[in-house]
């Protein structure tokens, strides 16, 4: 199933929110652009999932098609944002559907192409992801998991997200480069 969602604009360019919510609905050509997406993320330096570029894009290309073949509307929702027909950017929302925290979601995966990095494109994902969260799929909250000194912290506290802890040097990127895995809780959606 896909669905459009609430278009915001910002700029001359108006991103349109997209949400997918089975395997069916991610075309070849969307799939591909989700791996070329997060290839130009990572190998960016971006904190989305593959910590050490230049990244495989074989390796890229079999976990996006993962997260696709696991796309349902209980669980798994992809949510992509298009400029002009051209992906833009996109995340995966997830819930856990054990009783005991099927009440929360986790956002994983946000990412914009490096070319409407600044436009909004990010916030408006994290933004359609929390509605779907509390409108379609009832959860409560929603939790991320975010790498400390490259700013997301602020990022996701710009969107109302809290700093709920943090494991000291638990990512080690490079020999004498480790970083703080910071939990954040957006709670209630």
């Known amino acids: 199933m896909i ?3 609430t278009t915001v604009t910002t700029g001359d360019d108006t991103p349109f929110y997209t949400q997918l919510t089975s395997p069916d609905a991610a ?3 969307l ?6 997406c997060w290839t130009e993320v990572s190998d960016a330096g971006g904190a989305a999932g593959f910590p050490f570029p230049p990244v495989d894009p074989t390796e890229v290309a079999a976990a996006v098609d993962r997260i696709v073949t696991g796309l349902a509307p209980a669980t798994s929702r992809l949510v992509v944002a298009t400029v002009d027909g051209a992906l833009a950017g996109w ?3 997830r819930r856990d559907p054990h009783p005991l925290v099927a009440h929360w979601g986790t956002l994983h995966h946000v990412q914009t192409r490096l070319r409407v990095r600044g436009q909004g494109i990010g916030a ?10 509390r409108d379609e799929m009832a959860l409560e909250q929603l939790r991320l ?3 400390g000194g490259v700013g997301l912290e602020e990022f996701y506290g710009r969107l109302g997200y809290q700093e709920a ?6 990512l080690r990127l490079a020999p004498g ?3 703080d895995e910071v939990l954040m809780v957006l709670s209630p959606l």
């Open 3 to 5: 669905t459009t969602m």
């Open 27 to 29: 075309s070849d050509a």
């Open 31 to 36: 799939v591909t652009a989700l791996a070329e």
């Open 91 to 93: 995340l995966n929302l």
């Open 124 to 133: 408006g994902l994290v933004r359609q992801a929390r509605a779907i969260a």
């Open 145 to 147: 998991a975010a790498r």
């Open 165 to 170: 802890g943090r494991w000291p040097g638990a």
């Open 177 to 179: 480069d480790d970083r």
